[in-house]
Structure formats: structure tokens, C-alpha cells
Nanobody
Framework: QVHLAESGGGLVQAGGSLSLSCAAS????????LGWFRQAPGSEREFIAA????????IYADSMKGRFTISRDNAKNTVYLQMNSLKPEDTANYYC????????????????WGQGTQVTVSS
């Protein structure tokens, strides 16, 4: 069982930055990939990036490269998402999810997910 808790969302002006955190707890965390996703009202889910605990491998959606950076702190069992140069269209609920395979994450077939944290970017 894996529990995920996101934090760090809020209201920010366009051009600003936010850093989101996903604190993970549970068994065998190092066997899971953790990914960041977002979903805006009336829109489909979007994959942002994923990070493997072992080896530090990362992968980004092409559309998210450049402004978003995923990182992790093994000691704190936490994965972060640094978001820069935010735009109003980045407004969404951002959540993290975990699965044993990266492929499942990319297909939104994850085993565990959190409640998310709201990010609102004002123009």
C-alpha cells in the first residue's frame, strides 16, 4: 500500500513559479515510479513527468519540457515538481501517482494516486 500526499499549490501570477511536493509513504517505495499529472475542469488528464526511485531516471511529456522539472529526495520519500514561467493555461489540479511500471503511468493506469493540489495562475 502506498499513500501519496501533495502540497504546495496556490494562486500565482502569470510568469511566476511554484514548487509542488508529493510525500510518499508505504512499503517498497523504491520499486515504484512516481509521476505528476494535472487535470483542469472540462479537460482530460495530462501526464507531466515521472521519476524512478532507483537510478534517478526521469521522463517528461514533450509539451512539459523546459518549464517543469521533477526531482526527488530519497531521504524524505518526496518527489517535487518545480514549475516556472507559469501561464493561465497551467491552471489545474495537480496530483501525483505511483505505479510499478512507467508504461502504466504514461497510460494513466496507475495503482495509487493522491487527492491533488490546486494551482491557479492569474493573468
Amino acid at each position: 500500500q502506498v499513500h501519496l500526499a501533495e502540497s504546495g499549490g496556490g494562486l500565482v501570477q502569470a510568469g511566476g513559479s511554484l514548487s509542488l511536493s508529493c510525500a510518499a509513504s508505504g512499503d517498497d517505495l523504491r520499486t515504484y515510479f512516481l509521476g505528476w499529472f494535472r487535470q483542469a475542469p472540462g479537460s482530460e488528464r495530462e501526464f507531466i513527468a515521472a521519476h524512478g526511485w532507483i537510478g534517478g531516471s526521469t521522463i517528461y511529456a514533450d509539451s512539459m519540457k523546459g518549464r517543469f522539472t521533477i526531482s526527488r529526495d530519497n531521504a524524505k520519500n518526496t518527489v517535487y515538481l518545480q514549475m516556472n514561467s507559469l501561464k493561465p493555461e497551467d491552471t489545474a489540479n495537480y496530483y501525483c501517482a505511483a505505479d510499478l511500471t512507467l508504461g502504466n503511468l504514461r497510460k494513466f493506469q496507475y495503482e495509487y494516486w493522491g487527492q491533488g493540489t490546486q494551482v491557479t495562475v492569474s493573468s
